[in-house]
């Protein structure tokens, strides 16, 4: 309750701050009323990633950016997460913040006083709302357990944790720090601490996996768990100490057809116990959706803090109608110089085209079961609607036809069956996209060059 | 025309399936101290070295050469047969040293800078000709060599040269022994009846075994021991002997300067500048420049513009003379009005023209298409540079619906396509494929209707696709080759089974020493042209050599084999086949598509079949997921990049049905195999 009572006391200040920061008056009171009417400009929200990308030690299937610190620096760790947030929240000129998302790494190494630092600095420079999810990825570690109380004073109120597995051999086959035991527990632990906020993290896939086993461990999991379920199937990284193992012939892992039988399964099961699939990973019940990750499948923008970071957002500047893909630095020494020498470890800066921009929300679009509403895709292309892309072509046709994908009057999405085919059928839609907007694009150009654009491309 | 065999070759790993196996080590050393190819500029290059020791007996300098001065029997035409790395061009440079024909003229800059580039791709294109002049019991002669190409495929070109000469050096490694190349060139000149000369080369070497060389030599050729010569060309040891037994036993040409003018074109190089350069061999009478000749194949006439001797560069001469050998420029524009085996006669003396020669035939057929089709025009222009010098290549468009525009040639064997391939490769930086090597098939037709419109009973079937059905042909005809295999004993009953498994036949079999047998094989030619020489080399280690002569056709049956995709017919892959051979052909085409056809959301039936039999299959099973597990805000990026790249490739791909099948799928069906 205190750090409620805190939180939005922090927030009735910070917004007016950083309004009278702000220079044009008259799109304050705009975002007031979007943010009001719940629907505020695209470009002016975004959600928030925050990378901690320390670990104690490597699980042997992780490639992620990741590093073993040597010493501790998690003081300018914070200092200059803070520092990029509030450079990066600037740079976007986001005034609302819609979720903020704590991975890494092992963020659940950091202090909890990092995570009040950094949420401070976001409700310094931007809006955010007391109900906006805050999730911290946790490693059921016991050490982990004892911080997540703290974690929750600091504004944290959604728990993803790395649970991973049930059977404690193949923990340690993935090199994973923790027992089921302690799994157990801190799933517990999180689930009193943020009833209805707490998510599971489980790997199929895993060496020596079969599907009778899986199928336990899961109906094993459904009794402890709470309301949301990621399943991830376990893939060989190249560089990865389980790619080698692989590779050298030591440790082998579940065939294809067999991680699909596992895949089906395990939606079946979740299916049962009244968890709807709501992307190709992940499940909920009682509409415990993770609102940030939903946000990444919605195209909507994000900005990425800290070393390795993916951000989607359009920047200030003369040029700033279009999103940019951005990425952080990856080596943590190198991002924290940078940050400390200009604000910010940005590394590499990829305008989007429009083609490019919605190529991308139809990927990540069609991830989620719901699929692409006809609304949603507008908001991208108020020209071409979902019909006038996909309606026409041969190919698409025979994947409607066959069942496999959806378009109706409600989105474009796979259905049930088709999920499962979805990096199949995303290339023919690619493809098809890529032909009707490069064909607009001719049309546009023989009629005039005069009309169009600007105002209607979305970013 | 001909190809003959730069050393460096045979380090790249095309080649190495075709080349002589053993020894790389031996090149390389040879190579770095002698740097001997069949290049005239490399001669010419060593001339500094050379021209303060044994120039003695030679004429003087840039003057003109008095040809008259050599009668006809003061004249000996010879050339160097040997197995590939036997030491022939080695041998060839002490010679030319020796007998100090290496001159430096003015032109040679140019030459050489032009051939510089040549040298650089490591390829000769040219076997070539040099006049020596050689004193012997203080008379000069004027001796031909004419130098050969050393591999079967262009064992045409051997016998072509053979017919310009009168004796053969017939060198073999001291170490390796006979090989079945030198028997082969042997066979040739033995039918041609020249004077044989033996010479065992590299006696220097650590491991040489002159004595059972010269047991082999006898066993084999019937030569006495006591005829061979030992040498090292690489040392210069005994070289003399050779130019000494060259006058002694060489017959002088049976040519009378007292006859009319007669010339037979042995050879002929094309020229930007000055248009064809013919080789001829002069075997009657004189001819001078500025006299009007005739071709006996064209009847056209010219004018000669310039001859004179190669030593190995041009050297103008006034005239030429009975017995002698030169080349010829006459103002002849396109390399077919040379034709190799051609008659030359003056126009006011008509003659009987020289029987001539059977023009090459091909033998192995490729498909060779562009990587990509944007490179069309840069692949034909490359083909066409090429062909210029080797009309041998014979060149047809053909088009795949699998592969695009491209063309069908045909090579004289196996090596001589890899030649190919390589130069163009090499000097065009040409993205080729290759599509697997097919033999030309003929069938005899039954139906009056197909006769007529063919013009003949028998047709030459090229293109799988136009394969004649059975119920119109009285008989399919397949080409054959007489194999010659020469292997340690030890890997006999090996490599019995492999050319049995070949539908080998075998003819002959016989130790030529203790130790070393020679086979004889009669082989359908399409059974070779795969991987025969690759496998032979690696189940005996390398030390097995092959070579092979056309042994014309013979009554085969064959059959038409489709492959199918979900039962729809793929045009590309069609194969004639040897009954016998179907299955095993079928299944492994089968196997290879499996392989590179990638799972789709249903199954796919991958089928061989022989009219509506169904001989092989393999399934490409459905696969059951393809989604990938893990996607947010930081994944975005890399999955782009590979469903972009999906989807690029999807636009490349052919649909049989809604099957798609990439192109990459075709090219591991129809290229050659990788070792």
Redesign the interface.
């Known amino acids: 309750m205190i750090q409620h009572t805190l939180r939005a006391g922090r927030r009735a200040v910070s917004p007016s701050l950083r309004c009278f920061s702000e220079t044009s008056g008259g799109e304050i009171i705009g975002e007031d009323g979007f943010e009001r009417t719940g629907s505020p400009r695209p470009t002016k929200q975004a959600s928030l990633?925050v990378h901690w990308p320390y670990c104690l030690r490597r699980c042997s299937y992780c490639n992620f950016n990741k590093y073993i610190p040597r010493e501790n620096n998690d003081h300018i760790m914070t200092e200059c997460l803070q520092r990029e947030t509030e450079t990066l929240l600037q740079l976007s000129q986001v005034s609302c913040v819609t979720s903020v998302f704590f991975g890494g790494g092992t963020p659940s190494l950091a202090p909890h006083s990092t995570i009040d630092a950094v949420l401070n600095t976001v409700s310094r420079w931007a809006y955010l709302s007391d109900k906006a999810e805050v999730t911290l990825e946790v490693n059921p570690t016991l050490a982990g357990k004892s911080k997540l109380e703290d974690y929750c004073r600091a504004g944290v109120n959604r728990l993803s944790i790395g649970v991973q597995s049930l059977q404690d051999e193949d923990l340690k086959i993935l090199g994973r720090d923790h027992s089921s035991h302690q799994a157990l527990q801190t799933v517990e632990e999180a689930r009193r601490l943020c009833p209805g906020r707490v998510s599971v993290d489980v790997m199929f896939g895993r060496p020596k996996q079969s599907v009778a086993s899986w199928e336990n461990e899961l109906s094993e999991l459904l009794r402890v768990c709470d309301d949301h379920v990621s399943?991830?199937?376990l893939?060989l990284e190249r560089g990865t100490q389980l790619f080698k193992q692989v590779l050298g012939g030591e440790m082998t892992v579940p065939a294809?057809?067999v991680?699909?039988?596992m895949?089906?399964c395990a939606r079946r099961t979740l299916h049962q116990h009244g968890f709807l699939q709501y992307e190709?990973?992940n499940f909920a019940r009682h509409k415990a959706v993770s609102h940030h990750?939903t946000s990444?499948w919605k195209g909507r923008q994000?900005i990425?803090v800290g070393p390795?970071?993916?951000?989607?957002f359009v920047p200030l500047g003369e040029e700033g109608v279009l999103r940019e893909?951005r990425?952080q630095t990856l080596e943590p020494g190198a991002w924290i110089r940078e940050v400390q020498q200009r604000g910010h470890g940005t590394r590499r800066r990829i305008q989007l085209g429009h083609l490019?921009l919605l190529?991308?929300v139809l990927?990540?679009g069609m991830?989620m079961t719901d699929g692409i509403n006809h609304k949603h895709w507008e908001m991208f292309s108020p020209q071409l609607g979902l019909r006038e892309v996909f309606g026409t072509s041969r190919d698409v046709q025979?994947l409607l036809q066959?069942g496999?994908l959806i378009l109706d009057d409600r989105s474009l999405r796979c259905s049930w069956d088709g999920?499962?085919?979805?990096?199949?059928i995303?290339?023919?839609l690619?493809?098809e996209l890529?032909r009707q907007i490069s064909q607009r694009l001719q049309r546009d150009h023989h009629s005039d060059g005069q009309t169009k654009s600007r105002t209607c491309s979305p970013r | 025309m001909s190809f003959s065999l730069a050393k460096r070759w045979c380090d790249a790993p095309l080649m190495r399936r075709v080349l002589q196996f053993k020894g790389y080590r031996r090149k390389i050393q040879s190579y770095n101290n002698m740097t001997y190819t069949l290049f005239r500029h490399r001669w010419m290059k060593r001339l500094p070295v050379f021209s303060g020791l044994k120039m003695a007996s030679t004429h003087t300098g840039k003057d003109t050469i008095d040809l008259s001065k050599f009668p006809v029997d003061r004249i000996r035409n010879f050339c160097i047969i040997a197995h590939i790395d036997h030491g022939k061009s080695t041998l060839a440079d002490r010679l030319l040293e020796m007998t100090g024909a290496i001159v430096k003229t003015d032109k040679n800059k140019q030459v050489l800078d032009k051939l510089q580039v040549e040298r650089e791709r490591g390829i000769t294109v040219k076997a070539q000709t040099a006049s020596l002049i050689y004193s012997h019991q203080g008379q000069q002669y004027l001796l031909n060599l004419i130098d050969t190409p050393g591999h079967v495929d262009f064992s045409y070109e051997v016998s072509r040269s053979i017919s310009a000469c009168q004796g053969v050096l017939l060198i073999v490694d001291a170490n390796q022994g006979i090989q079945a190349q030198t028997m082969a060139n042997f066979y040739l000149a033995f039918e041609a009846q020249l004077a044989i000369i033996p010479v065992i080369n590299k006696i220097d070497l650590k491991n040489a075994d002159t004595e059972r060389v010269e047991l082999q030599m006898e066993k084999v050729f019937d030569i006495p021991r006591n005829e061979c010569i030992r040498i090292s060309a690489k040392l210069g040891t005994n070289v003399e002997a050779v130019l000494r037994a060259v006058v002694e036993r060489v017959p002088p040409p049976a040519a009378s300067t007292s006859d009319p003018f007669k010339a037979l074109v042995f050879d002929s190089n094309f020229d930007h500048y000055r248009g064809v350069v013919a080789n001829i061999a002069v075997l009657g009478g004189r001819v001078r420049k500025g006299d009007r000749i005739v071709s006996a194949y064209l009847g056209k006439s010219y004018e000669v513009n310039e001859l004179g001797l190669l030593r190995p560069d041009e050297h103008p001469t006034q005239k030429l003379f009975a017995g002698q050998v030169g080349y010829i420029i006459a103002g002849m524009k396109d390399v077919k009005e040379a034709q190799i085996g051609d008659t030359l006669y003056l126009q006011s003396q008509p003659v009987e023209a020289l029987p001539g020669f059977k023009p090459a035939k091909a033998m192995v057929f490729a498909g060779m298409f562009p990587m990509d089709q944007s490179d069309y025009q840069a692949l034909r222009s490359a083909i066409e540079r090429l062909t210029l010098n080797d009309s041998s290549v014979t060149v047809q468009r053909d088009s795949s619906l699998a592969l695009g525009a491209g063309w069908r040639l045909g090579f004289l064997g196996l090596l001589h396509m890899e030649v190919f391939n390589q130069r163009l490769e090499q000097e065009y930086n040409a993205s080729v494929i290759v599509t697997a090597p097919t033999v030309p098939y003929k069938a005899i037709l039954s139906s009056p209707k197909l006769i007529k419109e063919h013009g003949s009973a028998e047709i030459t079937i090229v293109n799988p696709a136009q394969f004649p059905d059975r119920s119109v042909v009285s008989e399919y005809l397949e080409p054959m080759v007489l194999g010659t295999i020469l292997t340690p004993d030890s890997y006999t009953g090996k490599i019995m089974s492999l050319c049995l498994n070949r539908r080998g036949i075998q003819k002959n079999m016989l130790y030529i020493d203790d130790q070393r047998v020679m086979m004889k094989y009669l082989f359908p030619l399409n059974e070779i042209v795969v991987d025969f020489y690759d496998l032979l080399k690696s189940l005996s280690s390398g030390y097995a050599s092959f070579d092979y002569e056309n042994a014309g056709y013979q009554a085969a049956d064959l059959i038409k084999m489709n492959i199918l995709l979900n039962g729809l017919p793929v045009e590309e892959l069609i194969t004639i086949v040897h009954r016998g051979r179907a299955y095993s052909v079928g299944k492994s085409m089968c196997e290879r598509l499996q392989d590179s056809i990638p799972r789709q959301m249903f199954e796919i039936a991958v089928q061989a079949t022989i009219g509506s039999k169904v001989i092989a299959r393999e399934t490409i099973k459905a696969y059951r997921k393809n989604v990938l597990a893990k996607c947010y805000g930081g994944d975005i990026t890399r999955k782009m990049k590979l469903l972009k790249k999906q989807a690029e490739g999807k636009k490349k791909m052919r649909r049989f049905g809604n099957v798609e099948v990439p192109k990459d799928a075709f090219i591991n069906v129809l290229k050659r195999k990788d070792k």
Do not use: I, K
């Not at chain 1, 999920?419 to 199949?424: E, K, N, P, Q, Y």
């Open positions: 990633y399943l991830y199937q893939t294809e057809d991680t699909a039988e895949y089906q190709v990973s990750n990444y994000y990425g390795g970071a993916h951000g989607r893909a990425t490019e190529e991308e990927v990540m991830r025979e066959s496999q999920l499962v085919f979805l990096d199949s995303l290339p023919t690619l493809v890529e």
